[in-house]
């Protein structure tokens, strides 16, 4: 099923890029992004049970049939937690993660929808995105990651306005 307003092209990231549910089909080209991108990347039994749970949101960035990035997003409550969003080394910088989390926060959109996260804290280009799309710093989890102990920045994101929010998700 793709995503409202999911397909996206131009130079940057052509060829036309869609987002669409995350398969079990796709797991192998998830772990293998997952491999590339994290020191210490989930296991294929991670990704199987958030795409089994009802309040999770995978989603797939996909160009021609290839898929070259992915988001992982789980709701705890009243608040979706964004857990991971990865794009293949050779296609990054060109908007896919960013279009991955504008679709999640079109399907996920709903009076008082509150999104976390962590990220690395020496992740720059990616913590300028997530402020970029209304994220902001919240405080700091020590030493997080296990691989090397690096600090986590939490950050949190309100619902925005009815007016500013996404396009709704196609039926």
């Known amino acids: 099923m793709p995503i409202a307003g999911a397909e996206k092209a131009s130079p940057e990231t052509a060829p036309q890029l869609e987002v669409r549910r995350l398969a079990y089909s796709d797991l192998p080209v998830v772990l293998s992004i997952e491999r590339r991108s994290f020191p210490a990347p989930w296991s294929i039994s991670m990704f199987a049970h958030e795409l089994s749970k009802p309040s999770s949101v995978c989603l797939a960035a996909v160009e021609a049939v290839r898929v070259v990035g992915y988001l992982v997003c789980t709701r705890y409550h009243d608040v979706w937690h964004l857990m991971s969003v990865a794009v293949v080394p050779d296609r990054r910088r060109r908007g896919i993660a960013a279009e991955l989390v504008t679709c999640l ?25 997530y402020e970029g799309m209304g994220f ?32 709704a998700v196609e039926a």
């Open 105 to 129: 926060l079109a399907e996920t959109r709903s009076a008082g929808a509150r999104y976390t996260l962590e990220v690395r804290a020496s992740n720059r280009a990616a913590i300028a995105m």
């Open 136 to 167: 902001r710093r919240a405080g700091v989890r020590n030493r997080y990651y296990s691989d090397n102990g690096e600090d986590a920045l939490i950050m949190w994101r309100d619902a925005p306005a009815v007016a500013e929010a996404p396009a």
